[in-house]
């Protein structure tokens, strides 16, 4: 699933979840991009944000290829 929802923030969060089964197939990275270029050139976005656990390696890793700027930490 993945999705590009306005949340309680009122900022514009992209998001997507696989079945364990599919992790470490580059799909993660696929969707996240696709989500990125549709935001910003379909929807015409200024700003997006991400929200990951810090310790999900591999979804931190997909969100730094993409540029995405680390801004705060959650307890």
Same mark, same amino acid.
């Given at each position: ?11 514009? *969060? +992209?998001?997507?979840? $696989?079945? &364990? ?7 993660? /990275? *696929? +969707?996240?991009?696709? $989500?990125? &270029? ?7 976005? /200024?700003? +997006? ?27």
């Amino acid at each position: 699933t993945c999705a590009i929802i306005k949340n309680s923030d009122g900022e514009y *969060e +992209i998001g997507y979840r $696989l079945i &364990e089964e599919y992790w470490g197939n580059g799909y993660g /990275k *696929e +969707i996240a991009c696709g $989500l990125v &270029e549709f935001a910003f050139q379909s929807l015409n976005l /200024k700003q +997006i944000v991400a929200h990951v656990n810090k310790d999900n390696y591999s979804s931190v890793k997909i969100l730094d290829s993409l540029n995405f700027e680390f801004v705060r930490a959650y307890r």
